[in-house]
């Protein structure tokens, strides 16, 4: 009976002559396309779940989620008005409010005073509702109420939400109010990509002594991968 250090001589042997060296060439590609095929089921595996969860909703919110674009916020709280306009990359933002200039990286806030860059607060009025996240928590959490489709292609889908819902999502706590409830309007393009969102929050703020009788958010998105990098003040 042979030995394991002589078939292993024996093997090598083989595998230098041309009838060894076929077999060594096609036994590569067998193996090289079999690691292929095993990759691309991981792929098509991963790719079919994010399709799943994209289809959670009947609308994208793709080009929201690339933080890329130019934003206008506009905020009706009771008689007064609050704009924030600007440009958003990454985690970088640029923008003006109240006639001022904001710089935004992350969770840090600077303001232009008269040429000079200073650390500021956050200036953004119930910052949650324009935060991607939250929003599709929120999302996730109303009830679709209907959709609507125009001509130009664009599909206006409304949603429901109760205040008891919204403070128990974003304040983790629990109430149980019976108040009207509050709507959230997703509108696309013609691909069906989100581009505007509308809230009316007014039984939600009231709770939240935010406002009195009224409050209304509209968040308006233009430009998607169009913004430049925004370099960092100096």
């Not at 933080?67 to 916020?73: C, D, I, L, M």
Request: charged content about 30%; some cysteine.
């Amino acid at each position: 009976m042979k030995t394991k250090k002589e078939k292993i001589k024996e093997t090598i042997k083989f595998l230098k002559t041309p009838k060894g060296k076929m077999s060594l060439f096609f036994g590569f590609y067998i193996v090289f396309f079999a690691v292929l095929a095993l990759l691309f089921q991981i792929s098509e595996s991963k790719s079919s779940t994010e399709q799943k969860k994209e289809k959670s909703f009947p609308f994208y919110l793709n080009n929201i989620e690339r933080r890329n674009f130019h934003f206008k916020y506009s905020y009706q709280l009771d008689e007064n008005s609050h704009i924030y306009e600007g440009d958003r990359n990454k985690d970088k933002e640029l923008f003006s409010y109240n006639n001022k200039d904001f710089y935004k990286n992350d969770n840090i806030y600077l303001t232009n005073n008269s040429g000079v860059w200073v650390k500021d607060e956050d200036p953004y009025i119930m910052s949650e509702f324009v935060d991607i996240t939250k929003i599709i928590s929120i999302a996730k959490k109303a009830k679709f109420i209907s959709k609507t489709t125009y001509e130009s292609g664009m599909n206006v889908y409304t949603y429901h939400i109760s205040t008891t819902t919204l403070v128990k999502l974003l304040g983790k706590e629990n109430i149980d109010l019976d108040d009207p409830v509050n709507e959230i309007i997703f509108k696309t393009d013609e691909k069906n990509e989100v581009n505007n969102i509308k809230y009316d929050l007014t039984s939600y703020s009231k709770y939240k002594n935010i406002s009195k009788n009224n409050c209304k958010i509209e968040l308006e998105y233009s430009k998607f991968g169009k913004i430049k990098e925004i370099e960092d003040p100096e």
